[in-house]
């Protein structure tokens, strides 16, 4: 019996350890520069490119008069410059629109902003950030979204 009992011990430490999450290089669709912490996302961005589903920013000194961006500070504050009316043929006015951020996870962030014709909230999920480049898909804003994101980097 008690080497059966040791058997026990023995497969069930085995077991545990086997479950036991370790750090692992990221795969090839899991890029190496996932947010760590909020500080990098403070800034003014400007939008470089589309790819795919993907928005590609770059970190910028001002927003330009004639292209998408925004603005994101450390109290929450958010300034996006967009469209200025329903019209997308060109030319193309742009305005600045005030709004606010907020952190739900460290890759999910929740956006609620003005726009020409009211308010929406929106989700922007980082895909990759470094200091001069974000990469990012838009995604519609539902409140219990932050769960299927959290513990996900």
């Known amino acids: ?10 497969f069930c430490a085995i077991i545990i350890a086997g479950c036991t999450r ?10 190496s520069h996932r947010p760590t ?12 490119e589309r790819v795919g589903s993907e928005t590609v920013m770059l970190k910028s000194a001002g927003l330009d008069s004639d292209n998408y961006g925004f603005v ?6 958010f300034v996006e410059r967009k469209n200025a009316g329903w019209c997308g043929t060109p030319p193309i006015s742009y305005a600045n629109f005030s709004g606010e951020w907020n952190a739900e996870t ?10 020409w014709g009211g308010r929406t ?3 922007i999920h980082i895909v990759t950030l470094t200091d001069s480049v974000m990469r990012f898909r838009y995604e ?3 409140p219990d979204q ?8």
């Open 1 to 10: 019996m008690k080497s059966g009992r040791g058997f026990l011990y023995l």
């Open 22 to 31: 370790y750090p692992t290089q990221p795969g090839p669709d899991e890029p």
């Open 37 to 48: 912490s909020l500080h990098q996302i403070y800034g003014t961005w400007i939008q470089e």
């Open 72 to 77: 994101i500070d450390s109290i929450g504050s």
């Open 106 to 115: 460290d890759s999910l962030l929740h956006i609620d902003v003005a726009y």
């Open 121 to 123: 909230s929106y989700n």
């Open 140 to 142: 519609e804003y539902r």
């Open 146 to 153: 932050a769960d299927e994101y959290a513990g996900s980097i």
